[in-house]
Each structure stands twice: as C-alpha cells, then as structure tokens.
C-alpha cells in the first residue's frame, strides 16, 4: 500500500477533480438569507443569529475522496454555536464522517469534534483543541476516504485515522455515497461545557468562512462512480511514519476525548476497533 507522505501531496483525478467556485459546487439550503456566496463564488459565509442558523450542500455525491475546506470560524464569544462540515450519506442506516467546531467563551479554545458513523451507529467520537487560533485565518480542514482509511488532517497534519478493520467485524463507510453539509447552529443545550454556558445573543450574528474548497474525489452519478476506470494517488493511501508520528503528536498534545478510553461509557467494555492495533 502506497504512502500517505507528510505534509501531504496534492493528488489530481482529472475526471473527478473538482475545485473553488461555490456557485458550482454547492447549494445553501436552508437560513432565509443568512448563507451568502460571495466574491464571484470564491466565499462562503454562513451566519447564525438568535432566529436561525443556515447550512449549505454540495451538488454531488462522493464515494471515495479527498475532500479540502478552508474554514474561518466565528470570532469572539462563540459559546453555544456549532459549526458542522461533514460527509453525509441520508436515511437510518446512514454512513456519516464528521468534523464539528464547538464554540467557547473569547479567550477559551475551541473544542474540534471528530466522529465517523457507519451503518446508523456513531459513538466514536475524538475531541481536539488546537495548536493556533482557528478564528484569526483561514485553516484548512480534510479528510482522507478511501477503502481502507479514513484520515482527519488539520493544515496537513493527520489527527484521527479510522482504519478498515471489516475482517475484525467492525463496519467501515465504503457503499454509500455521500454528499458535503456545513451548518452554523445553535447547540447551546451542550455544545459549550456540557450546556453550562449559553448563547450571548447581543453578539449575533455569529458567522463562519469558507474559500479554497478542493475535492479529487469520485463523483456518484446514477449508481455509478466516476472512478471506475481511472484511480488517483489517495486511492491506496496511508500514513507512513512520518503521517503517524505527526498523528501522535497531536493526539498526545492536543486530543481531551477519546472514545476507546472511555470505560463508564461503555461498561460492557470497549468498542472493538479500540483493541485492534
């Protein structure tokens, strides 16, 4: 299997590269205005106030990829907010891979969420700070899907790998297709330490950026893959060394939840993917 090397390599798939303009790749769904596409389709802002949040979709369906998004998120006192960016297949048995930034209160940092759902069932979740200010700039956020791993990158650097472990009965994302969602919502019921700090509504409407989206991915199309015939580089991928020791950097200095460590969460015992190197 090829190597994943660090920082990670740009990867074209000519067929199914596919890279910036907002109007062409995305659809905002749903806030009465609040999500605006801006600078000739180069700028995405969503924005939350105390009536609604609002959220956009990609136009395609993936399966299998490389995905990219440049976020800013909201400044300030972000207590109470969420914003989600995250692949989504639809319906009960739905598979789900998940970045979710939980707001704070100005000074405090940010909590990253991390959680894949497969067949319905979530309940991995791995929680990071981070090692900048992720409100100052832009910061770019991937995720690495391809049948074998599922990778979170923060700037390039990996900070989660969800691998295939199917043979050890431990199901994986690899049949449904899925579509890109970002949503900017109120969630102050837990999003800021466990509920116990509410949303500041003098300081709506809170607003996250987005530019520089970039997806070498293949494109699901009337049950069928762009990828059928012609494979790129992530197809194969993995961390080598250097991916995994820059992963356990960040685990160790920045991860403040793990799943696989939590046992008054899981009495009966740990998930089983937690035990499998």
């Not at 993936?62 to 972000?78: A, R, T, W």
Request: charged content about 20%; overall charge negative.
């Amino acid at each position: 299997m090829a190597s994943l090397v660090f920082p990670l390599l740009a990867c074209f798939l000519m067929a199914t590269a596919s890279a910036g303009n907002f109007y062409q790749e995305f659809d905002i769904t749903w806030g009465d205005g609040r999500g605006k596409i801006l600078d000739n389709g180069q700028l995405l802002t969503l924005a939350l106030d105390k009536a609604s949040g609002s959220g956009f979709q990609s136009k395609n369906e993936y399966l299998f990829g490389k995905i990219d998004m440049q976020l800013k998120l909201v400044p300030g006192n972000s207590a109470g907010t969420v914003t989600a960016y995250y692949l989504s297949s639809q319906g009960p048995t739905h598979d789900e891979i998940d970045f979710e930034f939980l707001g704070n209160l100005s000074g405090e940092p940010y909590t990253l969420h991390t959680n894949v759902f497969t067949q319905g069932k979530g309940n991995r979740e791995m929680q990071f700070h981070l090692w900048f200010n992720p409100t100052e700039d832009f910061h770019t956020y991937s995720i690495l899907w391809n049948p074998e791993h599922v990778i979170f990158m923060v700037d390039g650097t990996p900070i989660r790998d969800f691998k295939n472990m199917e043979s050890k009965g431990v199901a994986f994302p690899k049949s449904q297709p899925m579509r890109i969602y970002s949503s900017l919502w109120n969630a102050d019921d837990w999003a800021t330490q466990g509920g116990r700090v509410k949303t500041d509504w003098t300081k709506a409407p809170f607003t996250a950026s987005y530019r520089n989206f970039n997806a070498d991915a293949c494109i699901w199309s009337s049950g069928t893959s762009s990828c059928n015939s012609q494979k790129s580089d992530w197809w194969n991928q993995e961390l080598d060394s250097t991916g995994q020791e820059r992963m356990r950097w960040a685990q160790e200095n920045y991860m403040i939840y793990n799943y696989c460590t939590d046992l008054k969460r899981f009495p009966q015992g740990l998930p089983p993917e937690c035990s499998i190197a």
